[in-house]
DNA sequence: TGCCAGGCCGGGT
DNA sequence: ACCCGGCATGGC
């Protein structure tokens, strides 16, 4: 690792500028998008958003009020609509039991607490457990998803087999604990893999990125 | 037209 | 411990 993971974030801010991320009104907004986006653009995500805000079910109890098969109607243009329905309301259900349907309570367990108690329901693995701590809670968490997978392992920076851990640790160790760094971060690096990362069509000859390492370019991709 | 999108779970080896 | 299919709509 020639160049730090600073200039990398700063070179992508420079290109793409802010990404304002989380694209939710409020953290309960942001808890149920995390789980909708799974393995799915966001495109179709704010369709079934705007279809829960139109019967003002973006909020806890509200949510838990209403019955599977409903939910599942409502969230259809998100896609895998009823296995994201039985999920979100698990995670819905975990909210009001376990912290009264209060996120302000939920967000003041401790963040490896707090992690551990998401990661339990169903529905929610590393990566939305990660997005609802740091773009929900504001907390020091750094998100991974395929798209960072993808460009670290393709500029050879990390190797393919790294879990969501190892990625994980790989920034950790680079950066400071910044919460304004690591939501940019994240976002920064979807952006890119949209333009240029993507698992089919890449990029890699256009990446702006390809300045920053040592012999010129991202190595050919898998 | 086929392939993929800001994953995760469960069953089979 | 892996490996893999299933889940589903909408866009390029």
Redesign the pocket.
């Known amino acids: 690792m020639t160049n730090s993971l600073h200039e990398v974030h700063d070179l992508l801010l420079e290109k793409f500028g802010p990404q304002h ?3 939710g009104r409020t953290p309960f907004e942001v808890i149920v ?2 789980v909708l ?8 995500v704010e ?1 079934a958003i705007d279809q829960l805000r139109q019967v003002d079910l973006l909020e806890p109890h509200a949510l838990h009020d209403v019955a599977v098969d409903e939910l599942e109607e409502l969230i ?9 329905a039985r999920r979100l309301s698990s995670v819905v259900a975990f909210i009001v039991q376990r912290y009264e349907g209060s996120l302000q309570r939920m967000f003041s367990t401790s963040i490896d607490t707090l992690r551990e108690e998401l990661l339990s ?9 990660d ?1 609802i701590l740091l ?1 929900a809670g504001g907390l020091p968490v750094f998100v991974v ?3 960072t997978h993808r460009i670290l392992t393709r500029h050879g920076w990390i190797d393919f087999e790294a879990d969501y851990h190892a990625v994980q640790q790989f920034f950790y160790d680079h950066l400071p604990q910044d919460v304004a760094l690591y939501n940019e971060y994240h976002a920064l690096l ?1 952006r890119l ?2 333009d240029y990362c ?3 069509k890449p990029k890699c000859n256009e990446c702006p990125l390809r300045e920053l390492l040592p012999d010129g370019g991202p190595i050919e991709p898998e």
């Open positions: 991320w989380w694209p998008g995390a986006v799974q393995n799915t653009s966001w495109k179709n369709k259809r243009p998100a896609g895998y609509f009823r296995v994201k329901v169903h529905g929610i693995g590393p990566e939305t457990a997005s773009y998803d395929a798209y979807v893999g949209k993507r698992k089919s």
